[in-house]
């Protein structure tokens, strides 16, 4: 849009000024009328030929006079028009100026007392222009009378020359009664005797900057106070901001992370497919949560259940990001207090029904793709209840945590040991090689609990135990079923006297008694020189000549006489006498050369066979 030049204008008119002209005019008219006469006196005698010269002599002047004047009136006018054009083209632009601030503006006239408010001022308060007289005083009935004075000492202070201009920021009345924050800002104007003219001003409304102020108060507040930690990174993920919880939790504080990237958390826990994850998340989601590791100051680890949001700008362009991290260090460990309260019993420590039932069925799975076999023992206390009733209930507890921990000491780790509750408790022999051995874990269980116990009240006393055994896969094919028959097995142990066990089924359980019987009695033979050894000769059919000889052990026990190595070979090797038995063959075999050499015997080979089964 063109603007006019106003400035060379003025200059312009200011040479023509009204007085100028005239004056010039009336010089040169005189001058004229003057010299003029004189002239056409001097040329012309004849009475008419002077009238008829003086009469066009008028005619020029008047035509001169009226082109002067055409040329003048033209020349004002076109000032005039350009002034004009002038003004309104400030006046708009003004306008837009204050259209475009959003404002609304009033002008006082002093000296009438009379005040103009613009569209946007009564807009701003819910009302159509001149809605309610427009006087001076209309500015005052529509703040609150607590803030009335604020208004007046704010103008007398503009009156009485303290002051030129003035900021206000005071609440008006709405049409529909609320109030509208309102910024007000205001100057005087004076004449050149410095008498006051107008005050003119401009009215801000400030609903939406003081909810966005509000806002961002209380996202401060937020930022500062919450218990979890907040961080903010640039768009390239570089540290600009972190609140006091993320230093509290970290150990940083906000100088020490400027400018770099939450990598400095890092616990080395994650690998780069973790990350790659979360930012291609970020990337196309906008967000992501998860639980991360991370490392604090100190170098201590830390469980955080983590928030990232990317924030974008209105052109969709990520510009930061916003890391929100939760301590769940603390759920964690609850977490794992409430699974081992879950999954053990609260008294001794031991797992429970429904961790055995885990294990079980982890058992039952496992033997099933090895081809092995396990035994369940449940062991019933006896006498229990006399304890109970003798020296009362937590003398019973008592002896169950030191049941429970002599179990525990005294079994293999890999055996696992539960308590169902009351005085019964579960051991789970994982790959035994036969089935006598749950057998004979249980007379070992029978012997240490048969001990005497002594309790912290000095008392001391003596338990028994009943113990009923199931074999997997004999005796059921999972974990239900083979309690079951551990159970069932175990009140037939129970009928036949303190301190039995017996397995589910009969035939086994005549089968490991007659094998662990077996067992001792070989224990007894090794001890007491009962073995033999026998040479079977071996000798070269061509030549008919002895070659070397085989070592063979026998058993000779003195109430069943010779037992053949078919039947107590494996029994040894099970029991681990197969290593003793090695030992004695190979030390007689080696005795035996010795003595063929010294009666005169040329040199053989004696043969010895070792188990595969000795160490
Ligand atoms: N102290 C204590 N006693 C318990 C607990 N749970 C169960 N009992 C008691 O343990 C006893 C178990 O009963 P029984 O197994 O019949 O007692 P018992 O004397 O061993 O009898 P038999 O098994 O037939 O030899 C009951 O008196 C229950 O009240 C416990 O957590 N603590």
């Not at 001169?64 to 006018?77: D, I, K, N």
């Not at 589910?504 to 089968?511: A, P």
């Not at 071996?538 to 026990?557: M, N, P, T, Y």
């Not at 109430?559 to 070979?569: D, K, T």
């Amino acid at each position: 849009m063109s603007t006019p030049k106003p400035s060379r204008r003025r200059a312009r008119l200011r040479l023509r000024s009204p007085f100028g002209i005239t004056l010039a005019f009336t010089a040169c008219s005189t001058l004229w009328i003057l010299l003029s006469g004189t002239v056409v006196n001097a040329l012309f005698d004849d009475p008419d030929t002077i009238y008829y010269v003086e009469l066009l002599k008028g005619f020029a002047y008047t035509a001169v006079v009226a082109a002067l004047l055409y040329v003048l009136l033209r020349s004002w006018q076109g000032l005039l028009h350009h002034a004009i054009a002038v003004a309104e083209h400030n006046e708009a632009r003004l306008e837009r100026v204050l259209l475009g601030s959003n404002d609304g503006w009033w002008d006082w006239d002093i000296g009438t007392d009379t005040i103009y408010y613009s569209p946007r001022w009564w807009s701003m308060l819910g009302y159509q222009p001149n809605e309610l007289p427009a006087d001076s005083r209309l500015w005052l009935r529509m703040v609150p009378p607590g803030e009335v004075h604020e208004v007046e000492a704010a103008m007398s202070k503009l009156l009485s020359g303290d002051a030129k201009s003035g900021r206000l920021e005071v609440r008006m009345r709405h049409k529909d009664g609320h109030y509208v924050p309102v910024i007000t800002r205001f100057r005087i104007q004076r004449d050149a005797g410095g008498k006051p003219t107008c005050v003119s001003g401009t009215n801000t409304d400030m609903t939406d900057f003081n909810a966005a102020q509000r806002r961002l108060h209380q996202a401060a507040a937020v930022f500062e106070t919450t218990r979890e930690g907040i961080l903010v990174t640039d768009a390239q993920a570089r540290i600009i901001m972190v609140n006091q919880g993320f230093s509290a939790a970290t150990g940083y504080s906000e100088a020490e992370l400027l400018g770099r990237t939450p990598a400095v958390l890092s616990s080395g826990k994650h690998d780069p497919a973790f990350f790659q994850a979360m930012w291609e998340a970020l990337a196309t989601d906008g967000y992501w949560r998860g639980e991360v590791c991370n490392r604090n100051k100190s170098g201590e680890m830390h469980s955080d259940f983590l928030s990232i949001s990317a924030v974008r700008d209105d052109k969709g362009k990520v510009i930061n990001y916003v890391g929100v991290y939760a301590d769940v260090s603390q759920i964690r460990e609850s977490e794992r207090k409430l699974d081992f309260l879950a999954h053990h019993d609260p008294l001794t420590g031991l797992p429970n029904r429904l961790m055995l039932t885990t294990e079980l069925d982890h058992a039952t799975k496992a033997a099933r793709r090895q081809h092995s076999s396990f035994a369940l023992l449940l062991l019933d206390l006896d006498r229990f209840k006399d304890v109970n009733d003798s020296y009362g209930h937590a003398a019973g507890d008592e002896l169950l945590v030191q049941v429970a921990s002599c179990l525990r000491q005294r079994l293999r780790d890999a055996d696992i040991v539960a308590r169902l509750g009351g005085d019964e408790f579960v051991v789970l022999l994982e790959n035994i090689t036969h089935d006598e051995d749950g057998g004979r874990v249980a007379d070992e269980i029978a012997e240490w609990l048969s001990q005497g116990w002594t309790l912290s009240n000095g008392a001391e006393v003596r338990i028994g135990v009943s113990i009923g055994i199931s074999v997997f896969p004999a005796h059921g094919k999972d974990s239900n079923e083979l309690i079951q028959h551990a159970d069932a097995a175990m009140y037939l142990a129970k009928q036949q006297g303190s301190g039995c066990y017996r397995y589910f089924s009969q035939r086994l359980t005549h089968d490991a008694r007659h094998r662990l019987e077996l067992e001792a009695r070989l224990h007894q033979a090794v001890q007491r020189n009962q073995l033999r050894a026998f040479y079977q000769p071996q000798i070269d059919i061509a030549s008919g000549r002895l070659i070397g000889a085989e070592a063979l052990v026998r058993w000779f026990d003195p109430e069943r006489g010779l037992i053949a190595p078919q039947r107590f070979i494996p029994v040894a090797e099970s029991s681990g006498l197969i290593n003793q038995i090695g030992k004695w063959i190979l030390w007689q075999s080696c005795m035996q050369g010795k003595r063929w050499i010294e009666a005169g015997f040329p040199p053989i080979i004696v043969a010895v066979n070792v188990s595969p089964a000795s160490s």
